[in-house]
């Protein structure tokens, strides 16, 4: 044997080692202990077939009642609370019957059963149907016509006799019922979608009931999904000349001077910290002086809507639907005007909650149409802020304002207006817009404060026509 051959054989025989002593320092029962599976769980320390048949058990009742939960819950979604009774009332009846020989329960048993049967037979089989529901805009205005449609096709190679479909609209349910249907035959019918009321409505899914007469089972099928449709506020188209009282898009001068801006105002000695290149330099060689530019201070205007949510601002639910069509109609023309604008309503506070939530909730106002999807889902509530708390929250934070319109109901008395019209800095022109239905339209000047009394849409149409006079 030659030295290479002797290192092969010394390296193999190490190989050989190395490879059994992982193998003898695993043992089993410390395997066993560390690491625990479902079957360990199950057999314990069983081996052999009979650990094998407690594992199929096992898995054999998993199974089942899986497939139980399944049956009882197609069940459940078929069988309405009316048949559940009838499947364990009749069985009862007919064991107790002939176990005391009374008649009548055995009778009541077999009726039972037979209406059981008889309802069954309406489950049986399927609507060949194919429908297709042709909506209204996702968004419409209170009071307009909204109409959709419906059309209802029979794919079936027989006549469908009787077609019945439920049409959810919003909380109630437009039942449709159709008569026979040949083959390949089409109808379309018209189904109203009420807009009496601004909010959110959802429009579907068309679905199909296969009902007994008693109402022992139920099956119902959607064939479409469901659609929402927001119905905003209605608005009207405030003039552009309406803005007397609303600054310019570029910025009005104010009273405030600054040493910088576009407005000049005068010139007066400069003074270390001004900037040079203000420096007038044609009054500054004929005085000797160093001479620098004055400006008067000019802010871009920001309008602010403050609509009040509280139950006490309002008599009634007119008044309020008023208030947020005057929201709506001032913060939609802002907008369009491409003005700085922002609507707030109070934040609500939660129903069980400890303390009261005291802070605004600025709606979006993007675009007219993002505002009017939010006020479209306000409402009034007895756990928001008056207009008085609502005003000093939103006074506090006035920096650039120029004006605050603040849109309440007939409730608010004058006292609680000057006081929310007292939240204001005074460079900021303040409008109440009392909303009153009842009332004769007008407005008035309170201590300093516009007051607006407006008793439809029309009537804030005029009174903003009218704004540069006050």
């Known amino acids: 044997m030659t030295l290479r051959s002797a290192d092969r054989s010394t390296r ?44 199929a058990t096992v898995r054999g009742a998993r199974a089942v009642g899986a497939a139980i939960d399944r049956a009882r819950e197609a069940a459940s979604s078929v069988v309405t609370p009316l048949g559940w009774t009838i499947a364990a009332a009749a069985p009862l009846a007919l064991v107790a019957g002939y176990a005391w020989g009374w008649r009548e329960l055995v009778v009541m048993g077999v009726a039972g059963l037979a209406l ?113 449709i927001i119905v905003h506020p209605r608005t009207t188209d405030i003039p552009s000349t309406s803005s007397g009282l609303v600054r310019d898009l570029e910025g009005q001068p104010t009273r405030d001077l600054t040493s910088s801006d576009l407005a000049f105002h005068a010139l007066r000695e400069y003074t270390p910290g001004d900037d040079r290149r203000h420096i007038h330099w044609k009054s500054t060689a004929k005085t000797g002086t160093f001479m620098v530019r004055q400006f008067e201070e000019t802010r871009r205007s920001h309008l602010v809507v403050a609509l009040s949510i509280a139950s006490i601002d309002f008599a009634s639910d007119a008044e309020f639907e008023l208030a947020v069509s005057v929201a709506g109609s001032l913060g939609a023309r802002a907008i369009r005007d491409a003005r700085d604008v922002s609507v707030i309503v109070s934040a609500l506070t939660p129903e069980f909650a400890k303390h009261t939530v005291v802070a605004v909730r600025p709606l979006a106002t993007r675009a007219p149409m993002r505002l009017l999807d939010d006020l479209a889902l306000v409402d009034l509530s007895p756990s928001a802020l008056g207009i008085v708390d609502l005003s000093r929250l939103a006074g506090a934070d006035a920096r650039g304002v120029s004006v605050a319109f603040l849109v309440v109901g007939s409730s608010v008395r004058p006292s609680r207006l000057r006081s929310a019209a007292a939240a204001y800095p005074p460079s900021v022109a303040v409008v109440a817009i009392q909303c009153d239905p009842a009332s004769i339209p007008g407005r008035r000047r309170l201590s300093g404060l516009s007051v607006v009394t407006v008793g439809s849409l029309p009537d804030l149409r005029r009174a903003m026509r009218g704004a540069a006079e006050w």
Not at 18 to 30: C, K, S
Not at 148 to 169: H, K, Q, T
Request: net charge positive; aromatic share 2%.
């Open 116 to 228: 059981a049967l008889v309802a069954l037979l309406y489950l049986i089989g399927r609507t060949p149907l194919s429908v297709a529901l042709s909506t209204p805009p996702s968004r419409i205005a209170v009071g307009d016509e909204a109409i959709a449609s419906l059309d209802v096709e029979n794919v079936s190679r027989r006549r469908a006799f009787g077609v019945a479909l439920d049409v959810p609209v919003g909380e109630g349910i437009v039942p449709v019922t159709l008569p026979g249907l040949a083959r390949g035959a089409v109808r379309r019918c018209d189904i109203p979608v009420p807009t009496t009321r601004r909010g959110r409505l959802v429009l579907g899914p068309v679905r199909t009931v296969r009902a007994d007469p008693i109402g022992l089972v139920r099956r119902e099928v959607a064939f479409t999904e469901p659609v929402e």
């Open 12 to 55: 193999s025989a190490a190989r050989g080692r190395e490879a059994e002593r992982p193998h003898r320092a695993v043992d089993e029962g410390t395997l066993a202990s560390t690491v625990t599976t479902a079957r360990t769980r199950i057999v314990g320390a069983r081996t052999g077939w009979t650990a094998d048949a407690l594992v």
